[in-house]
């Protein structure tokens, strides 16, 4: 079955960054788009950023675009989300998912606080 885990996320000061991985099993990972989303205390679940199979094409809300960066390492069946300049209103937990397959892991924490 899908498993998805992710990690990287923890406490970091406003313009701080973070680096948030995803490693992936359980499908064909190099053949999948992968995407991350996000959800903060009291809201749903929303879109972050997406990446093609072969990582050739990437898309980014707009909250986030020039902030943050996905990539992906098909060989390591892992996909990361490098965040910088990071806003109180990107508190939230980062979920990583194979949209196709409608699958989610446990999620990990970022908070950005003075």
């Known amino acids: 079955q899908v498993q998805l885990v992710e990690s990287g996320g923890g406490l970091v000061q406003p313009g701080g960054s973070l680096r948030l991985s995803c490693a992936a099993s359980?499908?064909?990972?190099?053949?999948?788009?992968m995407s991350w989303y996000r959800q903060a205390p009291g809201k749903g679940r929303g879109f972050v950023a997406s990446i093609s199979s072969d990582g050739g094409t990437t898309n980014y809300a707009d909250s986030v675009k020039g902030r943050f960066t996905i990539s992906r390492d098909n060989r390591e069946n892992t996909v990361y989300l490098q965040m910088n300049s990071l806003k109180p209103e990107d508190t939230a937990v980062y979920y990583c998912?194979?949209?196709?397959?409608?699958?989610w892991g446990q999620g990990t924490q970022v908070t950005v606080s003075s």
């Open positions: 998912t194979p949209p196709k397959f409608g699958s």
């Open positions: 359980g499908f064909t990972f190099s053949i999948a788009t």
